[in-house]
């Protein structure tokens, strides 16, 4: 029996590398950034760097939009003449509609689709993206495949220091007096994306160091009952500072791989420039 052919499907949320996704030729949807009204494919027209750039120096709106239904018909219909089906995992669908938009746009291009809502983003998605991959390779069937990345959505954990509250007031997450005061008093709130994909200001806590004892007792916490492979730092355009927070990690944990990822710039939209965080898959 000839093996399916299975189209991979994620979207600009995940944490991939280029020759990751050119190699293992992965189809990658793309969200938006919208800045002043003009709007940009996120990875493809803007690279995180420029508009983290572009935030820190310019006055005006910057948001996010979900990707064009239509697009994706289109991606789908191609996909069709080369696949027997597709396995999308995306981004949370509590924070975005890309899910819901795939779901629709397989249906329309009458292509056969397992849909996966990760309920996270960045380095965890990126996590399952790969893990779905070694599944089949190891002889799998979709539905097991399926079943096992639905599970494992519980075990991932990504957290987010943002570095002023200024972003999450202009969306609308905080008001302007909660605002004026975690200035006053150095307060950083510390986001976690839970229950079901949404982001929760999970504790709040004085200075940044504080902040990054709190993302270590967390992981702390987990290694008493659990194993984690890698711990991955995310940061939004500020190297330094999540190079201090990854020598903390490996100080702490010497035997546990990290790596530093840009946070992707559909969260950084909400959270700020020089935010920074930790995320881990327990296993």
């Known amino acids: 029996m000839n093996k399916p052919r299975i189209a991979w499907i994620t979207d600009t949320t995940a944490s991939l590398s280029k020759e990751f996704i050119e190699k293992n030729d992965i189809h990658v949807i793309p969200l938006h950034v919208v800045i002043n009204d003009t709007f940009y494919k996120e990875t493809i027209d803007i690279t995180p760097e420029v508009f983290y750039e572009r935030m820190k120096n310019e006055e005006g709106k910057f948001q996010s939009s979900q990707p064009n239904v239509g697009e994706i018909v289109e991606l789908y219909e191609r996909l069709k003449a080369d696949y027997d089906f597709g396995i999308a995992i995306h981004a949370s669908s509590t924070l975005t509609g890309t899910y819901q938009t795939s779901v629709m746009a397989a249906e329309m291009a009458e292509f056969k689709l397992f849909a996966i809502d990760s309920q996270t983003g960045s380095y965890p998605l990126s996590y399952l993206v790969k893990k779905g991959m070694e599944l089949v390779e190891q002889g799998h069937e979709v539905s097991d495949v399926v079943s096992q990345l639905n599970n494992m959505r519980d075990q991932t954990r990504l957290f987010l220091v943002p570095s002023n509250l200024d972003q999450l007031h202009k969306s609308g997450r905080v008001s302007g007096g909660q605002k004026i005061l975690a200035s006053l008093f150095n307060i950083k709130p510390i986001l976690s994306i839970e229950d079901g994909g949404a982001a929760k200001i999970k504790d709040k806590v004085r200075t940044e160091k504080k902040a990054f004892a709190w993302l270590v007792d967390h992981l702390k916490t987990d290694l008493d009952t659990k194993k984690v492979q890698k711990v991955a730092i995310v940061h939004a355009n500020d190297r ?31 959270t700020g420039v020089g935010t920074l965080g930790l995320s881990w898959v327990n296993e």
Do not use: C, S
């Open 240 to 270: 330094n500072k999540a190079e201090v927070l990854q020598q903390l990690v490996n100080d702490t944990f010497p035997t546990i791989k990290t790596e530093l990822f840009m946070l992707i710039t559909v969260a950084g939209v909400h």
